[in-house]
Structure formats: structure tokens, C-alpha cells
């Protein structure tokens, strides 16, 4: 079970809540350079970052966005998803800096595909991941996410792959 795991290697647990404008400044401090928001984000995200531009890149008036928080209420990991093709689309997933290589990430998306799934009615999954990020890319395998071609053809993203899951066959 991914909860017990986590919890074993962190003592942490974690509840996922709507993201407040707030932890995104705090999500903001996690990219020290352009190569890791560019990374996490897209090649679309703009460096340096400021604010007022970041919110624009990462659509956050029109993506739902949820964080997960430990115990003492610390920000652990940010997310987004919205409807793509008919599918939850996960987004922007990122988990603190202080807290990463302890399984919160693989909880997290677990987590975040469960509430993104409900809301939009689907137990169908989707998200890009950078072909350098293997971390992201090992954890996504993990939770039944496979590659399949893309859904449209966009040149900046030629260092990227699509993924889905579903979660209807289990």
C-alpha cells in the first residue's frame, strides 16, 4: 500500500487540499535555475520568474490545483489537472525540494489521480514527462502510466512524452 510506505520511510502523512496563492509563492522558491522550471514546467515557462508571469504560465485561474500537506501543515508537493481529451490530465507535478526521494511523490500522484479522477468523472489518466526527468519518469511507470503517441503534434515539446493510465482495469 503506497500510504504505508510512505509513512514508514517519512513518519509523515499527508492530505491533499485546493493549492491557495500563497503555496504557489512558495512552489515558486523550489526552481533555483531556468534548466529545473523549464523541466517541471515546460520550455513555455518564462524565466526569471516573477509572479504575475508564473501564474499566466501555469494557467491558474482555469487548472484545478491541489497541494499536499504533512502533518504540521508543511507544503510537501504541488499539482494541476483539467479535462484533456476526455481524460483527468495531470500537471506541473512537483514536490518540495526538503522532502524529496521519501515516496511523497508516488503518493501524491496516486493521490491526485483519485480527487482529479472523481472530479471530472474519469478513471482514465494522461500527463507529459521530459524524457531527462527519469525520476518522474520511473514513478509515473510505477503507477501504471504507459506512452503512447501524442495527441497533437507541438515542436517544443520534442524532449517529451505523453502517458497515459487507466484506472478501469484494475
Known sequence: MI?????????????????????????????????????????????????????EDIYWERFEARVARGDAGELLAFGQFYNKLGRCHLARLVVNPEFRRRGIGLEFIDRLMAHGGEFLGTREFSLYVMTVNKPAWHCYKSLGYHMEPYPHCDPHLGNCVFMVADRNAE
Do not use: C
Not at 520550455?43 to 516573477?50: K, T
Open 3 to 55: 500510504t504505508a510506505r510512505v509513512a514508514a520511510k517519512t513518519g509523515l502523512t499527508m492530505r491533499i487540499e485546493v493549492a491557495q496563492l500563497e503555496d504557489v509563492r512558495q512552489v515558486m522558491t523550489w526552481f533555483p535555475d531556468k534548466e529545473s522550471l523549464m523541466l517541471w514546467g515546460s520550455p513555455y515557462m518564462r524565466w526569471p520568474i516573477r509572479e504575475e508571469s508564473f501564474l
